[in-house]
């Protein structure tokens, strides 16, 4: 894989240089010595005119005010010692401090963002001008492998940027796909640089739950000769990680009668047995699935190194070859304790027992007593490991005064591996007066037997699992366009120009090919032997009395080493052969091609204060998906083409009221297409567990589609100042869903072999999701964006400033509840939000700096209808509070001290209107202390 990234670096290398002097051998020739041509990349957001000369936070806080008030589309951005100096782990932690951006995160780590409302499949990402999609793992109560559009930002340190921007309103030379925004990441490079710099940065990184001390590093060094005719800029930052993330994990709520009901001897006060067994989701009695905790131990090592090249051989020409490289490669360790008999049908929830229990108001057994009661412990272990990496060459080449050419190529590549996931389960069955207590948030659960005994389990072919599931995501972008920009007068500019993308993905899956139940029963003696205790579970949590604090787990390397899961053909792994692997492999090759014509114009000079662009683009994508579906009785690979054409006009006023005042009106029509993986022709079978899931895709998928209307009102009072009121509405169209049913498995059509080796059988309910379009919906909304250093105020007091900004976004969409379309549910956007805000508060003088951060999101949705008569699923308002204490010794020497999550925010999950709880986890404060040298 190496040698093949490498190959493809080279060949990207090679045709972008052969490109680049191609197109300027013509224009190197005339030898033109006209003035040298400012960075003009219109599509960069760094504000690359002139040089980097910030030197502090306020500093960088009015540079990327410039870089706002100059553009005529909406974009907000954030400058390179704004990002270095907020205490953020990663891009997305940077990303959420501007107006409109909320994320979610994984692991105490932001990893995706919404913009206005929209998800992180509606935002787009440009690294150095070109499109491209990071991709990493996570736990599967947070969403599992990204094999979505959705960039996971986490796999970059934000030391490696010079400028995030985020464009939200649409201009006709920034490629579609887009509706909530796209978000620019750019590197330094050296022409940004006045002198030669160095600097180095070391920190120490410590969470208070894992306790360990890790190490941050990073450093930048540039120079450029001294005519500025070349220049070279190299970059690195490598960090290590460990973290503890634990909690309750539910693994959402169901009814009564789901999976068989209860035992016919339950008793419940004030209830038949026919209540607590009503598979009536309007009335049933709804009870936890797999009550459970869970633990995960996190070891991450993130690499990442910058170069950048820019060589300009004449004052008429500039080349840049900028290269980007980053590695995330992590363990994650999880030790988890279940209650399984609650969603195991047959001899699991038909032969559970419900001894006594209590129901709230709102039909839940928020509480009870069981007997017969099946326990379930287990370990599992992943190995993860991103390689992302990007080249590309730009080229700004003037022909006389008013003719310009860009020009760029780049090939980029996101490859995920998930080489090691094995789980290893061990099962106690009947366990007599189990007890859980959900009265208050984090529940109560009380096993009736010693579950830190190993002879309290047993590891039993047919009912106990051995999964070995590795698995891999390649994401790849080519890329190549160009455009002219003609000065037809000092008030018009006419641009013109192509573009080409080529998006491959690819993803495999291996798992048992005799099925995950289909193990070797062990004696008790034998499972002593490769056991191990896990405890010190709950630290931080409260834990309610009686609640475990550690368990009994299986020794994965052990169970490798004495009973050869790695090696027996008993637990051999197979791909397209095995059913519950095959739909895992998706191959989606997709082509775009574009072109576009705008006209950017400043009416100042004829006495009228606007300013603004127009353009038009046409776009044709064509698509080509393969997957493996059922045909009658036979499983078949099936391709899947297609091909459509769009126009999407835009179109962006500014009016300059007075210097300090403007005005600004958007309107745009922006699509974004399906999620990549949905659009295969295949499906995929899972039986984990007491799950049982059947996901098909849907090459047929519409791209969405919005109309966009935007008007804002900015108030540049002073230097680093601003207030302003943005409003947005999009009116979209068709939109993406996924539509879950509860189906028998007899009734899907698949052949009974399909479930050979497995727990389920025929008769089964499984979960059939499938992505389908409704009819969309509307989406409105306003900002509020306050920056304002109190300069104006006497003394020490002059050093203060703030930040603040709030957004408001509503949405109605209508989401199908049945296929043929007969029934709908209206509900918020998945992803969106109502209330989202950020505030910064800071002091600054010339040596002494310090920062709190506040950034609130109310509750949103992850899945409209939710399942087994749920009306959704969730996750709880979170408010994160960062903090960060520097001291600059020196011209060469600065001290910092950052605090991250310094409450320890809960990631709290749930599912239905009546807020029951699915997962609620916490990871922990992170701090981070260390000194940056400057030479």
């Known amino acids: 894989m190496a040698g093949l990234a490498i190959a493809r670096l080279k060949a990207s290398l090679e045709i972008g240089v052969a490109s680049l002097a191609m197109i300027a051998a013509p224009a190197l020739a005339q030898e033109q010595s006209a003035a040298a041509a400012p960075s003009a990349d219109a599509e960069a957001a760094a504000d690359a005119e002139t040089p980097i000369v910030v030197t502090g936070f306020r500093e960088s806080l009015s540079s990327a005010l410039n870089i706002k008030r100059n553009e005529t589309s909406a974009v907000d951005a954030i400058k390179a010692e704004d990002i270095a100096e907020f205490p953020d782990l990663n891009l997305a932690e940077s990303l959420q401090r501007i107006p409109g951006v909320a994320i979610s995160r994984v692991n105490g780590e932001g990893r995706n963002i919404s913009v206005r409302g929209l998800g992180p499949e509606y935002t787009r990402v440009r690294i150095n001008g070109m499109e491209a999609i990071g991709t990493t793992g996570g736990t599967d109560n947070s969403g599992g492998v990204n094999r979505g559009r959705g960039f996971d930002f986490n796999i970059f340190s934000s030391d490696l940027f010079n400028s995030l921007a985020v464009r939200k309103t649409a201009t006709a030379d920034v490629e579609e796909g887009s509706l909530g925004a796209t978000v620019d990441l750019t590197i330094s490079r050296p022409f940004d640089f006045k002198k030669p710099t160095a600097t180095v940065s070391v920190q120490g990184s410590y969470n208070d739950l894992a306790r360990k001390v890790t190490p941050r590093i990073s450093g930048l060094v540039t120079k450029s000769n001294d005519d500025e005719t070349f220049g070279v800029l190299l970059s690195m930052a490598y960090e290590e990680r460990r973290l503890v993330e634990e909690g309750a994990n539910i693994t959402r709520w169901t009814y009564g009668g789901f999976n068989g009901g ?312 197979g791909g397209i052969a095995n059913a519950t692997a095959r739909g895992s492999f998706i191959t989606v090759e997709e082509k775009d091609l574009g072109a576009w014509g705008m006209a950017e114009f400043d009416l100042k000079d004829m006495g009228l204060p606007v300013r603004g662009d127009a353009g038009l683009r046409w776009v044709r994508t064509m698509q080509d998906s393969t997957g493996f579906a059922s045909q009658g009785s036979t499983i078949n690979l099936v391709e899947a083409k297609r091909k459509y054409d769009n126009f999407l006009p835009s179109a962006n006023v500014v009016i300059d009221v007075t210097d300090e005042l403007l005005v600004r009106l958007a309107a745009a029509k922006t699509l974004a297409r399906a999620g990549i993986a949905s659009l295969t022709p295949g499906g995929n079978l899972n039986v984990s567990g007491g799950n049982r899931t059947f996901s098909s895709g849907n090459p047929d998928l519409k791209p969405t589609k919005s109309n966009n209307l935007d008007a804002s009102i900015e108030w540049y009072p002073s230097r680093g100042a601003i207030y302003a009121v943005a409003g947005f509405y999009k009116d979209i169209g068709t939109f993406v869903q996924s539509l879950s049913v509860s189906v028998p498995f007899s009734d899907l059509g698949l052949p009974a072999s399909l479930l050979t080796g497995t727990t389920a059988s025929p008769t089964d309910v499984f979960i059939v999701s499938q992505p389908v379009n409704s009819s969309g919906g509307k989406l409105k909304g306003f900002e509020i964006n306050v920056q304002q250093p109190f300069s104006f105020l006497p003394g020490v007091l002059s050093n203060f400033g703030v930040l603040a900004n709030y957004t408001y976004v509503k949405s109605d969409i209508k989401y199908l509840t049945a296929a043929n379309g007969s029934s709908f549910v209206t509900a918020p956007l998945v992803g969106l939000s109502k209330h989202a805000a950020n505030g910064t508060l800071y002091y600054e003088d010339e040596k002494f700096s310090i920062r709190g951060s506040v950034a609130y999101r109310s509750k949103y949705l992850t899945a409209v209808p939710g399942t087994e008569g749920n009306a959704y699923n969730g996750t709880n308002s979170t408010i994160n509070i960062d903090a960060q204490v520097s001291y600059t010794v020196n011209d060469h020497l600065k001290l910092s001290l950052e605090g991250i999550n310094l409450t320890d925010e809960k990631n709290d999950q749930f599912v239905d209107e009546t807020n029951r709880l699915n997962v609620l986890t916490h990871s922990g404060r992170q701090i981070n202390f260390g000194a940056k040298f400057t030479f």
């Open 262 to 573: 209860f035992n016919a001897a339950s008793t419940l006060p004030g209830y038949t047995i026919a209540q607590i067994n009503n598979t009536n989701t309007a009335t049933a009695l709804f009870h936890p699935r797999i009550p459970g905790l869970v633990s995960y131990d996190i070891r991450q090592k993130r690499l990442g190194a910058a170069a950048s090249i820019q060589f300009r051989p004449t004052d008429s020409t500039l080349i840049s070859l900028d290269g980007l490289y980053s590695r995330l490669d992590g363990t994650r360790a999880e030790a988890q304790f279940q209650a399984i008999s609650f969603s195991r049908s047959g001899s699991g929830k038909p032969q559970t027992i419900i001894r006594n229990g209590t129901v709230d108001s709102d039909n839940n057994i928020i509480s009870g007593t069981f007997d017969n009661v099946d326990l379930r412990v287990q370990s599992r272990f992943d190995k993860l490991v991103t390689d992302f990496y990007e080249l590309t060459a730009n080229l700004e080449q003037k022909f006389g005064d008013r003719l310009k050419l860009v020009a760029l190529t780049g090939y980029s590549n996101s490859a995920f591996k998930n080489p090691i996931q094995t789980t290893v389960t061990l099962d106690a069955a009947n366990t007599p007066n189990f007890q859980y207590d959900f009265s208050s948030r984090f529940p109560a659960l009380r096993p009736g037997v010693d579950i830190t005994n190993p002879a309290s389990f047993a590891f039993t072919n047919g009912t106990s699992e051995v999964r070995i599931r590795p698995q891999t995501v390649d994401n790849a972008f080519t890329t190549a366009k160009a455009f002219l920009e003609f000065e037809a007068t000092d008030a018009l500019k006419l641009k013109a120009g192509v573009d080409w993308r080529k998006f491959t993905y690819e993803s495999t899956e291996m798992r048992r090919l005799q099925g995950e139940t289909v193990v070797q029963t062990l004696t008790a003696a034998q499972i002593a032997a490769a056991v191990k205790q896990f405890d010190g579970f709950g630290r931080g949590l409260n834990l309610p009395a009686g609640t475990p604090t550690g368990w009994v787990v299986p020794d994965l390397a052990k169970f490798a080493d004495l009973y050869g899961i790695y090696s027996s053909p008993l637990y051999a792994i």
